[in-house]
């Protein structure tokens, strides 16, 4: 679909709560959530996973900073995996944090995070049917440092059919992969100035680059997002976590 509008034309607002009730994401869509810091991005994406257990599903958030209290807060009574079990979780477990224990050095702890969301991610391609979310999207793709872009791709690329969701946090657009936008069905991003970013945003399908980037530069506060659909059919909007 491609949506045809004014460059200067501003979206429509829309409380979050009425966006939670009328978004509609289904199983093997996969979304995007880009904002900096201190911005919500995982207090976000906790109660947007929530539609996807409440419809069934089964969710993995991949958590690779050490320490992050936001996620004892906003992830109470969710079961915290530090290794991933042969055959994955059991079936009760639809809440799950995959959050490997810190090493003796940095080296070492990326190296422990590399197999142990490396053995996950080729496992969850196999079995299908899940909702995997990627915390750290630039810190889990670039060869620099995890390095799982292939498994993070495949992902991405076989898991609308599949019955796989992916789900992707980043600080910027341009940090994420090509292959990752040319799959996203649902993208929420907050204010930047960047101009690769923009660049980057005019890459999903059926938007006018120029279009969300005026919008984007006219949202007042860090936790205003604008809304995408991308490959769907509803229209932008921006909304505000907070609302």
Do not use: C
Request: no cysteine; proline share 5%.
């Amino acid at each position: 679909m491609t949506v045809t509008r004014n460059a200067l034309a501003t979206y429509p607002r829309q409380s979050w709560r009425d966006h939670m009730r009328t978004l509609n994401w289904e199983q093997g869509d996969h979304l995007l959530i880009s904002a900096p810091t201190k911005a919500g991005k995982t207090t976000m994406m906790s109660t947007l996973v929530e539609k996807r257990v409440n419809a069934g599903g089964h969710v993995v958030v991949m958590v690779s900073k050490m320490k992050d209290p936001t996620f004892k807060n906003e992830f109470k009574g969710w079961d915290i995996l530090r290794s991933w079990p042969k055959g994955g979780p059991k079936t009760w477990q639809n809440r799950v944090l995959l959050w490997p224990e810190p090493q003796a050095t940095t080296r070492a702890t990326i190296e422990n995070q590399r197999e142990v969301f490396g053995t996950a991610l080729n496992e969850i391609t196999r079995q299908g049917h899940r909702t995997v979310v990627i915390d750290e999207s630039l810190w889990m793709n670039d060869p620099k440092l995890v390095g799982l872009s292939t498994e993070i791709g495949a992902m991405h690329y076989f898991g609308r059919s599949a019955g796989i969701t992916m789900v992707d946090l980043t600080q910027r657009p341009a940090w994420i992969p090509v292959i990752i936008y040319s799959s996203v069905t649902h993208a929420y991003v907050s204010k930047t100035l960047h101009r690769e970013d923009h660049k980057r945003l005019a890459e999903l399908g059926g938007i006018d680059g120029k279009e969300v980037a005026e919008n984007l530069m006219r949202l007042p506060t860090r936790h205003d997002y604008v809304y995408l659909n991308p490959l769907g059919d509803a229209s932008p909007v921006v909304v505000n976590t907070r609302k």
